[in-house]
């Protein structure tokens, strides 16, 4: 039971949005795609769901392919960025027509989201705030009852109180029924509680693949005087340094030495690491 | 592969069906009127003709092709349903929705035709009385309703299916082809007709064959309906399916 991608290219006129992207997503886990703005986290999931065609490769879900497949795309729920429905559909509509598709769709599950969000079913889709518009594709998406769940950019527009409430509500959805999650975000920071497995994404080519606790396991981040910081650094993997006044923090991936008197290591959150990370790749 | 058809056909041909239904109150509506006003205000002065009337339920389902069939495949695959299953179960649904409009128009008529008698000065006639009984019979036999029926559905449909080749065509194209396209199109009937009298081409046979019986005019109808739709899928098969707003 899996998504399984493999070699996956995509070309935009000139522009190269994925690079021979190979992935596999398993059973009842929860993956984070990480990425910049434009590095091909929003084509990857639509590939995925058939709505774009890649240049190359193929994508399988429990075997079967994507394309035109309606047994395989039936088991893939896709939370977009944007709306997809009709503008001037209803929310109360929308959830009907999701029932119509959807036979394990949670019809009173989602009116009692409706209800916890504060959303109006009444209202018209396009009449929704972006916040809004939000919550009405979460609630879609936390009803369906697929087997995976992809979420673009979840949170876009949330204020914190409905962005905790979303991963509250994710959390519990996911302990009672599990399922395979993707989620997509900029919000590294917040997301990173939930993530048992971090996909990094840059240019469209996938830089790091791995559980995230393997994925920060040999990451650290040492503070202290310049002149030290830049004594331990050296012959090491740097992943970035941030300086302020005369006190230096340096991000490092790999074995750590003893550490001489004067400085300080920490460990670095997934959000860190993702800034480092970037950074590295930034100074190729 | 199978086809998950039952769903999508349902969402498609319901939310069309609502839309017409209000045309059809309207073309009701309108019947009602010229007929009562017939009956109470000219009767033996003026006589009323509504006549054509399918034409607006093709119009109706041209821009229903253009502005269905893109929100339609967003939905279908926003809900797991390929392009191929969406594409298939709204060829079905125009073939249906214009197989049921071209019914209800046809009752209507037969209805508001035994009716109304010789002296109410109200005259009715529909697509297929127009064009092959010289619109001067007044009521139509069963068997001509039957044909009526038949021809009204091969227009809807070929209307249905030539919208969905335009929004499609459209939405394919980039700026810089839509606008050589649209510059394009008042020259293309002059066009083709050069071209084919430069090549010895001519459409005045093609013309009298449909003219000598209804089921010609069904059969091309129906054929460029379908021609039209093989052309579509080819539009839509490896199109970018993208939200309204992107």
Redesign the interface.
């Known amino acids: 039971m899996s998504i399984e991608i493999k070699n996956i290219s995509k070309n935009f006129g000139g522009t190269c949005a994925l690079d021979r992207v190979t992935l596999s997503l398993g059973d009842n886990k929860i993956y984070g795609l990480l990425g910049n703005n434009g590095a091909g986290k929003s084509t990857l999931l639509?590939i995925l769901?058939?709505?774009?065609?890649p240049g190359g490769g193929s994508v399988t879900v429990d075997g079967?392919p994507v394309?035109?497949?309606?047994?395989a795309?039936?088991?893939?729920?896709?939370v977009?960025e944007?709306?997809?429905?009709?503008?001037d559909m209803r929310v109360k509509s929308a959830l009907d027509?999701?029932a119509?598709?959807?036979p394990a769709f949670d019809r009173a599950y989602a009116e009692k989201l409706a209800d916890k969000f504060r959303l109006d079913t009444k209202q018209k889709i396009k009449a929704l705030s972006t916040g809004y518009g939000s919550i009405f594709r979460l609630i879609l998406g936390l009803s369906v009852n697929?087997p995976y769940l992809l979420f673009d950019e979840p949170v876009l527009g949330l204020d914190a109180r409905h962005r905790d409430m979303f991963y509250r509500t994710l959390m519990e959805k996911y302990t009672e029924k599990p399922c395979t999650v993707l989620i997509s975000t900029h919000l590294i920071a917040e997301a990173a509680e939930l993530i048992e497995h971090a996909v990094i994404i840059r240019n469209g080519r996938i830089l790091r693949d791995c559980p995230g606790e393997e994925l920060l396991s040999g990451a650290y981040a040492v503070s202290g005087p310049s002149a030290l910081v830049d004594s331990y650094i050296e012959g090491k993997r740097v992943l970035s340094i941030n300086t302020v006044g005369g006190l230096k923090t340096a991000a490092l991936q790999g074995e750590r030495d003893a550490l001489p008197a004067g400085l300080e290591v920490s460990r670095i959150n997934l959000q860190d690491y993702f800034i480092s990370l970037m950074e590295e790749e930034d100074k190729k | 592969?199978?086809?998950?058809l039952r769903?999508?056909f349902?969402?498609q041909f319901g939310s069309s069906l609502r839309s017409a239904v209000i045309i059809l109150l309207i073309i009701l509506a309108i019947f009602v009127f010229l007929a009562v006003g017939t009956f109470y205000i000219a009767v033996g002065a003026v006589e009323m003709r509504f006549t054509g009337y399918s034409i607006s339920f093709a119009i109706f389902l041209f821009v229903m092709g253009i502005v269905g069939v893109r929100?339609d495949m967003?939905?279908c695959?926003?809900?797991?349903?390929?392009?191929?299953?969406a594409f298939v179960s709204g060829f079905l649904a125009t073939l249906c929705l214009s197989f049921v409009l071209a019914l209800s128009l046809e009752l209507l008529t037969a209805l508001v035709q035994l009716w109304m008698r010789a002296d109410y000065h109200f005259f009715s006639a529909d697509l297929y009385q127009i064009l092959y009984l010289s619109g001067s019979q007044a009521r139509l036999t069963a068997g001509q309703h039957v044909i009526s029926v038949l021809v009204n559905t091969s227009t809807l449909f070929a209307s249905g299916l030539l919208g969905n080749f335009f929004s499609l065509l459209y939405w394919r194209l980039n700026k810089a082809l839509t606008v050589l396209v649209s510059l394009a199109f008042p020259v293309l009937p002059s066009a083709v007709s050069w071209l084919m009298y430069r090549i010895g081409v001519n459409l005045k046979p093609f013309i009298d064959w449909v003219a000598v019986s209804p089921f010609n005019f069904v059969l091309s109808f129906m054929l460029g309906g379908i021609v039209c739709a093989g052309i579509n899928w080819l539009l839509l098969r490896?199109a970018?399916?993208?939200?309204?707003?992107?």
């Open positions: 639509s769901t058939n709505r774009l065609y079967q394309a035109n497949n309606d047994q795309l039936g088991k893939i729920f896709l977009s944007k709306n997809m429905f009709p503008d027509a999701v119509h598709f959807y697929t | 592969m199978k086809m998950n769903p999508a349902r969402y929100s967003r939905l695959l926003q809900c797991g349903v390929s392009r191929r299953t490896r970018d399916i993208r939200s309204a707003a992107a």
